[in-house]
Nanobody, 123 residues
Framework: QVQLLESGGGLVQAGDSLRLSCAAS????????MGWFRQAPGKEREFVAA????????YYADSVKGRFTISRDNAKNTVYLQMNSLKPEETAVYYC????????????????WGQGTQVTVSS
């Protein structure tokens, strides 16, 4: 079965950096669009970033452009999210998503979701 396992979350201070990883198994990773979403307490899940199967195309929410970078290593079946200059309001559970069509990832309708990793940014 397909598994998406996120890691790298934790407690950091405002302005710090953090890199999340999502290791995928049970799918042909190099043919899947991948993405990251986040959900803060009491709020809806929101799109953060997505990357095409080849890594050639990336997409970002306006709120993270210039600070976050999504990347992937198809040899390691892993997608990453480098987060710089973190803000307290970005405290959330961060989820990995996968779908053969990157568009479906971007609109929040992927075939697969990970269980999430908590990121807490203190002020």
């Amino acid at each position: 079965q397909v598994q998406l396992l996120e890691s790298g979350g934790g407690l950091v201070q405002a302005g710090d950096s953090l890199r999340l990883s999502c290791a995928a198994s049970g799918l042909t990773f190099s043919t899947y669009g991948m993405g990251w979403f986040r959900q803060a307490p009491g709020k809806e899940r929101e799109f953060v970033a997505a990357i095409s199967w080849s890594g050639a195309t990336t997409y970002y929410a306006d709120s993270v452009k210039g600070r976050f970078t999504i990347s992937r290593d198809n040899a390691k079946n892993t997608v990453y999210l480098q987060m710089n200059s973190l803000k307290p309001e970005e405290t959330a559970v961060y989820y990995c998503a996968a779908d053969p069509k990157t568009l479906r990832v971007r609109i929040g309708a992927p075939d697969y979701w990970g269980q999430g990793t908590q990121v807490t940014v203190s002020s």
